[in-house]
């Protein structure tokens, strides 16, 4: 019996050490085909976003965390400008809640780039838990960093990571 439990029990081990891998970015690991609509009902995708490096968050109305994040991002894209960072806002509520998901938007002034993924694949895509996530991509399409529970935008590690990645895109 004690043989059983330690062997379900390494078992076990194994797979939270292969999930939490899975859910950390290798530093060269490229960003994975992804694409959904903007909110003009375009198709967009990870290719729209080379030449220039990218944060993806991925967010839904029903998120507490998210409507303290959404602001800070807003700020985070009016400061970067047209020479900056990307931000980019994906919306990952369910079909049918689409006036929930304008309302938010307006309540808040979101003039970032916002995207929609109905299905959610943002998290399949990235490897992601939770909501929001958010994904740090250099102008490559190689995935920089990931914050699970979404990125501290005045972190000073947060914004010389971003100034890092800025200045390898103008390189």
């Known amino acids: 019996m004690t043989r ?3 062997a379900t029990g390494a078992v076990v081990l ?3 050490l292969a999930g939490l891998a899975a859910c950390s970015a290798s530093p060269t690991a490229s960003a994975p085909e992804y694409s959904v609509r903007d909110r003009a009902g375009r198709r967009v995708s990870m290719e729209d976003l ?3 490096p990218a944060l993806l968050t991925s967010w839904a109305t029903w998120c507490k965390e998210c409507k303290t994040l959404l602001p800070e991002l807003e700020r985070l894209h009016e400061e970067q400008g047209a020479d900056g960072v990307r931000v980019v806002a994906v919306n990952i509520n369910a079909p ?3 006036g929930d998901v304008v309302a938010l938007e307006q309540e808040y002034g979101m003039a970032m780039a916002r995207w929609r993924d109905t299905d959610n694949e943002f998290s399949q895509a990235f490897r992601t838990r939770g909501v929001p996530t958010s994904v740090l991509v250099d102008a490559d399409g190689v995935v920089v960093r990931r914050w699970p529970g979404g990125v501290a935008t005045d972190d000073p590690a947060t914004r010389r ?4 990645v800025l200045r390898g ?3």
Do not use: Q, T, Y
Not at 161 to 164: A, D, E, F, S
């Open 96 to 98: 049918g809640s689409e």
């Open 4 to 6: 059983v439990r330690r």
């Open 14 to 16: 194994a797979g939270i």
């Open 161 to 164: 990571l971003m100034k890092r």
């Open 169 to 171: 895109a103008r390189s």
């Open 50 to 52: 080379r030449g220039r």
